[in-house]
T-cell receptor, first 114, second 115 residues
């Protein structure tokens, strides 16, 4: 069975600090990987996704993530966070050919201090 | 494109009554729709997966007789919470995907409060 683990439940950063949120998954086959963001009071939005190809994926708002197959990881990064990045971030995985059933991590709540 | 709507956005009902939540894909045909439940400060928990014209597949621990899912068309899926109890109070989110890609598009969610 698939599972997704996010290492940090809460992260507090000052503006301009760099961000890295960890995500590891458990699945033996080929996967599709996603990061979603949920801003306060809003619904989930896709930040970026990886299906195949270049393991370094660039998403919206300056976010990027790197798929490291050997480590079963898909960490999210941003070089310099802004106050407006305060939100909850979810890593998600589904198995290629698995009917698009997507499993979400527990989420990481990021608070950026102005 | 790829907009998903939910109706209602917020509903309050009395214990023992049933509530229907609609999920619509507004500008695309959704071959598959998903229903999630999100408790406060927790992640999304997949409840069921539904494909148009067939019975929904429920996740382990989700009562299919309590949470009735109907996916009657390629743009509409409904979730009916039958005989609702206060513990059913939660945020219910649907998502939809189309056959052409493997991406899910999320609705804004429906907050259900059972008194």
């Amino acid at each position: 069975a698939q599972s997704v683990s996010q290492h940090n439940h809460h992260v507090i950063l000052s503006e301009a600090a760099s961000l890295e949120l960890g995500c590891n998954y458990s699945y033996g086959g080929t996967v599709n990987l996603f990061w979603y963001v949920q801003y306060p009071g809003q619904h989930l939005q896709l930040l970026l996704k990886y299906f195949s190809g270049d393991p370094l994926v660039k998403g919206i708002k300056g976010f990027e993530a790197e798929f490291i197959k050997s480590k079963f990881s898909f960490n999210l990064r941003k070089p310099s966070v802004q106050w407006s990045d305060t939100a909850e971030y979810f890593c998600a995985v589904n198995a290629q050919g698995g009917g698009f059933k997507t499993i979400f991590g527990a989420g990481t709540r990021l608070f950026v201090k102005a | 494109g790829a907009v998903v709507s939910q109706h209602p956005s917020w509903v309050i009902c009395k214990s023992g009554t049933s509530v229907k939540i609609e999920c619509r894909s507004l500008d695309f045909q959704a071959t598959t729709m998903f229903w999630y439940r999100q408790f406060p400060k927790q992640s999304l928990m997949l409840m069921a997966t539904s494909n148009e014209g067939s019975k929904a597949t429920y996740e382990q621990g989700v009562e299919k007789d309590k949470f009735l899912i109907n996916h009657a068309s390629l743009t509409l899926s409904t979730l009916t919470v039958t005989s609702a109890h206060p513990e059913d109070s939660s945020f219910y989110i649907c998502s939809a995907s189309r056959a052409s890609n493997n991406e899910q598009y999320f609705g804004p969610g429906t907050r259900l409060t059972v008194t």
